[in-house]
Nanobody
Framework: QVQLVESGGGLVQAGGSLRLSCAAS????????MGWFRQAPGKEREFVAA????????RYADSVKGRFTIARDNAKITLYLQMNSLKPEDTAVYYC????????????????WGQGTQVTVSS
């Protein structure tokens, strides 16, 4: 049973930084892309960033390019999202996810999701 547990969310002022982590267990992740998504109140879940299983290939939503950095540590089976220059519009619940198919880049869909961690950015 795949388990993804996010942490690192919290309340931060605009312009501040947070680092989210996602600890994965119960599966084989070394050949799967992983990603971060977010969902703000009253809005649909949206893509934030994705990273491949090798060579460090990444993709970002236009809204976070240049401010957020996705990374993974395959030895620790952990996914990260470094968020800098945070804005009030970044306020959302952030979810990590594992791609449905191994060795697919970019991933077309995701099969496993965490429970999410709340990020609140005050103005």
């Amino acid at each position: 049973q795949v388990q993804l547990v996010e942490s690192g969310g919290g309340l931060v002022q605009a312009g501040g930084s947070l680092r989210l982590s996602c600890a994965a267990s119960g599966g084989t992740f070394s050949t799967y892309a992983m990603g971060w998504f977010r969902q703000a109140p009253g809005k649909e879940r949206e893509f934030v960033a994705a990273i491949s299983w090798n060579f460090g290939r990444t993709r970002y939503a236009d809204s976070v390019k240049g401010r957020f950095t996705i990374a993974r540590d395959n030895a620790k089976i952990t996914l990260y999202l470094q968020m800098n220059s945070l804005k009030p519009e970044d306020t959302a619940v952030y979810y990590c996810a594992v791609a449905r198919r191994a060795r697919e880049w970019p991933p077309l869909d995701y099969a496993s999701w965490g429970q999410g961690t709340q990020v609140t950015v005050s103005s």
